[in-house]
């Protein structure tokens, strides 16, 4: 399986972007998918996930600003960030754990993408 997440950039605050992350290979049906953040020096931070449901959960932090989608067809997940802020700043990081569990600890993913930096700044 290979992630790429792509869709960052510079923004001001209370702008909005989406950033997208491509699944290929083999996908398991029950697959859970979910963005990460991570800003400088610090660890990987659990942002939002996506069961094959379409159960969606967000940390505090996002909630009402960020939501998480899925197109199954085309194995894409994406995730619209409105009302940005700089604390928002980060490379963020898509990931796929194939059992469809959600956790909140990046290291009990099975597969990670690279990231894709997003700057929130005036």
């Known amino acids: 399986v290979q992630l790429q997440a792509c869709g960052g950039g510079l923004v001001q605050p209370g702008g909005s972007l989406t950033l997208a992350c491509k699944a290929s290979?083999?996908?398991?049906?029950?697959?859970?998918m979910s963005w990460f953040r991570q800003a400088p020096e610090k660890e990987h931070k659990f942002v939002a996930a996506?069961?094959?449901?379409?159960?969606?959960s967000y940390r505090d932090s996002v909630k009402g600003r960020f939501t998480v989608s899925r197109d199954y067809v085309k194995n894409m997940m994406y995730l619209q960030m409105n009302s940005l802020k700089p604390e928002d700043t980060a490379v963020y990081f898509c990931?796929?754990?194939?059992?469809?569990?959600?956790?909140?600890?990046?290291?009990?993913?099975?597969?990670w993408g690279q990231g894709t930096l997003v700057t929130v700044s005036s």
């Open positions: 990931a796929v754990r194939q059992d469809g569990w959600v956790t909140s600890n990046w290291n009990e993913y099975h597969f």
């Open positions: 290979g083999r996908i398991q049906s029950t697959s859970s």
């Open positions: 996506i069961t094959r449901d379409g159960d969606t």
